[in-house]
């Protein structure tokens, strides 16, 4: 099978050890190994000797087996798989990957949850990571996404901060895996930006059903750029086939202690049933003229752009259809960045996203290494060449004898402008330098509002007994306080229903935000519905 769907296959097959029931055992340097039972001794009741290579090489590599876990999202699943363009982006961009649609490209999905560490359970409220990457013929493009469209925070400044809080308590490291304890909450309530994210993760779409029922967002808007530079603002969402659906509480609970490995053992059971999960990616385009025509920035990654003002257009189908053989060279190993993107595209000024170009490839020198782009995961299956060099657990042995650009030696690489090499969005900045962001960044409840009207009652009821078991585990009233007044300027009666449940805590009188009315536009399953 030729297709480039397989090309990723192909590649890592180069990398597989032969099978072990095939070659006899031998010590990592190719030494066959006579017993790898016993060690060796200075008499059978005698000391063990410090000789044995066999023995020593086996406990001390063992010692070393563990790498950091990730800072978030330590715990994930993975599969790969492949995306096929059905419409194509046409004179909006140039990446092939949005614009060619004979092409079978290999995929990629990490899936994770955030707070917990690497054995924690599948099914806690907490937002999904959906990381994924396409391999095209231009290079790796990541979309490093959730399965909830906004964020905490606007500016990755704050992600130490918003990390620290939500994490298990530094004094104690509880709770493993939930935002249900005072640090959290106290955070939340000092940062009137988090609201709207706060929404979201009470609802149900922090407990979902599976991976294979999750929507995937890219959160930030990026730039796609056509063939003179002009750019075109975008935010991208998958959408599953299967719909988007969630557990209820009382089951998300139960499965936590009976199966804490749900989620990750659905996406495998499907994948080698050849039940293949398969999403569309969706795009939002915004004019570059129309950046401003919106009463919220699209820099800020609190606000969703609602689909009554912008629709989202299906343009591709992903399908993962092959679990990893390895979990920790495909799945623990793998290396995400939301600055792979390709030729066509480019970031917006979004700060948190700035940060995130730069933290995502910071942690991964300390958890992989330096050369963590040459492990087998994190290749791209187009030719590359670079200038980078040496490096803890370098493997490439580059045949050119010069490591920099130009020379006058003919070696390569050479720099390929006339090749449709990346380039930038020709933006026009120009601005005073001071830590302050735009005037829009300022308002925090209306999107949190509009969220909530979306809901039926049921879903209402459902993030009010989330909030009231969220702060039920809070010890300090004034941090309960605290957010139950934020609660307020949502919607009155949801505040009243989380205070009444709290022993100190007083319910607020209505709020000026009360009962305000707003078209906002469902992102459930992607269908169109108006809620006023
Ligand atoms: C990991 C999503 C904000 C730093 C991840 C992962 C996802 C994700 C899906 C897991 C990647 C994997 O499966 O390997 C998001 C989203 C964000 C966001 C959607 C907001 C829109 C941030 C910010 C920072 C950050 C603001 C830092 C300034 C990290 C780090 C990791 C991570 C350090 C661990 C990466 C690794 O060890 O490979 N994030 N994140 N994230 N994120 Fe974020």
Known sequence: NTTMGDAKQRQMEGYRLEENSKTPLTTYFGAKVENTDIALRAGSRGPTVLEDFHNREKISHFDHERIPERVVHARGAGAFGEFKLHTALTGITTAKILTDTSKITPAYVRFSTVN??????????????????????????????????????????????????????????????????????????????????????????????????????????????????????????????????????????????????????????????????????????????????????????????????????????????????????????????????????????????AGRNFSYFDTQISRIGVNFPDIPVNKPVCPFATNLSDGHMQTQSKKNRTRYHPNRHDALPVTAPQHGGFRPYAEVVNGIKERMHGPKFNEFINQAQLFYNSMSETEQQHIISAAQFELSKCFETQVQQAAVERFNMINHEFAKAVAESLTSVTVPAPAKYHNQKSAFLSQVNGKSQTFT
Not at 148 to 163: E, G, H, M, R, T
Not at 238 to 248: A, D, E, I, M, Q
Request: a negative charge.
């Open 116 to 353: 917990g560490s690497r054995g924690s359970a599948d099914s806690v409220r907490d937002p999904r990571g959906f990381a994924s990457r396409l391999y095209t013929e231009e290079g790796n493009w990541d979309i490093v996404g959730n399965n909830i469209p906004v964020f905490f925070i606007q500016d990755a400044i704050k992600f130490p901060d918003l990390v620290h809080a939500v994490k298990p308590e530094p004094h104690n490291e509880i709770p493993q895996a939930q935002t249900a304890h005072d640090n959290a909450w106290d955070f939340m309530s000092l940062h009137p930006q988090s609201t709207h994210m706060q929404q979201w993760v009470l609802s149900d779409r922090a407990i979902p059903r599976s991976f294979r029922h999750m929507q995937g967002f890219g959160v930030h808007t990026f730039r796609l750029l056509d063939a003179d530079g002009k750019s075109t603002f975008v935010k991208f969402h998958w959408t599953p086939h299967l719909g988007t659906h969630s557990l209820v509480w009382d089951e998300a609970l139960k499965l936590a202690g009976q199966d804490p490995d749900f989620h990750r053992r659905d996406l495998y059971d499907a994948i080698e049933a050849g039940s293949y999960p398969k999403w569309e990616l969706g795009v939002q385009l915004v004019k570059e003229e129309d950046e401003h025509n919106f009463d919220f920035d699209l820099l800020d990654s609190t606000k969703i752009i609602p689909e009554d003002l912008v629709p989202v257009k299906n343009i591709g189908t992903l399908t993962l259809n092959r679990n990893p053989d390895d979990y920790f060279t495909e799945v623990e190993e793998v290396a995400f960045c939301t600055s792979h993107i390709v030729p066509g595209m480019d970031f917006s000024s979004d700060p948190l996203l």
